[in-house]
C-alpha cells in the first residue's frame, strides 16, 4: 500500500508570507494527525482529525495555522502568516484504529527566512 | 512533558542484541508504552506497542515488567540500518497524542 505522502517536500518562504502544507494518508485511514519539529526541540502534537472533525487541536500553537481535512481524505496545514520560528519539519501521520502505531509521512521541511 | 526517561545513547555490535531500555514509573493502569524511532530525518516510524503483556513482531519484542514501570525493546540482530534515534512514549489514556522525548541514539557498529 501507498505510504503517508506530503507536499511539498521542501520549502522556503519569506517571513510574513502564506504557505500551505499537504497530507494525503494511507487510504482508509480514517485517522490523521499533523506534529512538527521546530529547530531544537523535541517533535511536539499539533492536531488529530478523525474524518472530517478535528478531535483535537490542543496542540496548536496559534491562530495563524488552519488545519484542514475537508472530505476526510487529504489534509491541509496553513501558516499565515509564516514567521521566522515556524521553520522546522511538519509530520503527518495516519492510522486505521485508534491504539494503533501511527505511519508517519517523511515529512515537510519548512524555512522561512 | 514525556513520562519517559531513556539514556541519551548506546552502542551494539552488528549482529548482537540490542537491548533498549525506558523507564515509565509514573505510568497508569491504562496507559500503553508504544515505540518508535527515527533514522536519520525521515519521520517516525512504529515499531511496537503494548499495555502489560510482553508483544512481539517482525521488528521486536518488547518487555514490559510486571509493575510496568520499565519496559525493554529487543532488537534481536540488530544491522547498521537500525542506527536510528529510538522513542519510548508513553500514550496518555484518553488520548491519541503522543508525546515525545529525546529519545536514545542507537549506534551500531559493525
Known amino acids: 500500500e501507498a505510504g503517508v505522502t506530503q507536499f511539498p517536500s521542501h520549502s522556503v518562504i519569506e517571513k510574513g508570507q502564506t504557505v500551505t502544507l499537504r497530507c494525503d494518508p494511507i487510504s482508509g485511514h480514517d485517522n490523521l494527525y499533523w506534529y512538527r519539529r521546530v529547530m531544537g526541540k523535541e517533535i511536539k502534537f499539533l492536531l488529530h482529525?478523525?474524518?472530517?472533525?478535528?478531535?483535537?487541536e490542543s496542540g496548536m500553537p496559534n491562530n495563524r495555522f488552519l488545519a484542514e481535512r475537508t472530505g476526510g481524505t487529504y489534509s491541509t496545514l496553513k501558516v499565515q502568516p509564516a514567521e521566522l520560528e515556524d521553520s522546522g519539519v511538519y509530520f503527518c501521520a495516519s492510522s486505521a484504529k485508534r491504539n494503533y502505531g501511527y505511519t508517519f509521512g517523511s515529512g515537510t521541511r519548512l524555512t522561512v527566512v | 512533558d514525556a513520562k519517559t526517561t531513556q539514556p541519551p545513547s548506546m552502542d551494539c555490535a552488528e549482529g548482537r542484541a540490542a537491548n533498549l531500555p525506558c523507564n515509565h514509573s509514573?505510568?497508569?493502569?491504562?496507559?500503553?508504552v508504544y515505540w518508535y524511532r527515527q533514522i536519520h530525518s525521515q519521520g517516525p516510524q512504529y515499531i511496537i506497542h503494548g499495555l502489560k503483556n510482553n508483544e512481539t513482531n517482525e521488528m521486536a519484542s518488547l518487555i514490559i515488567t510486571e509493575d510496568r514501570k520499565s519496559s525493554t525493546l529487543i532488537l534481536p540482530h540488530a544491522t547498521l540500518r537500525d542506527t536510528a534515534v529510538y522513542y519510548c512514549i508513553v500514550r496518555v489514556a484518553g488520548s491519541e497524542k503522543l508525546v515525545f522525548g529525546k529519545g536514545m541514539k542507537l549506534t551500531v557498529n559493525p
Open positions: 509514573t505510568i497508569s493502569g491504562n496507559e500503553y
Open positions: 482529525f478523525v474524518k472530517e472533525s478535528k478531535q483535537d
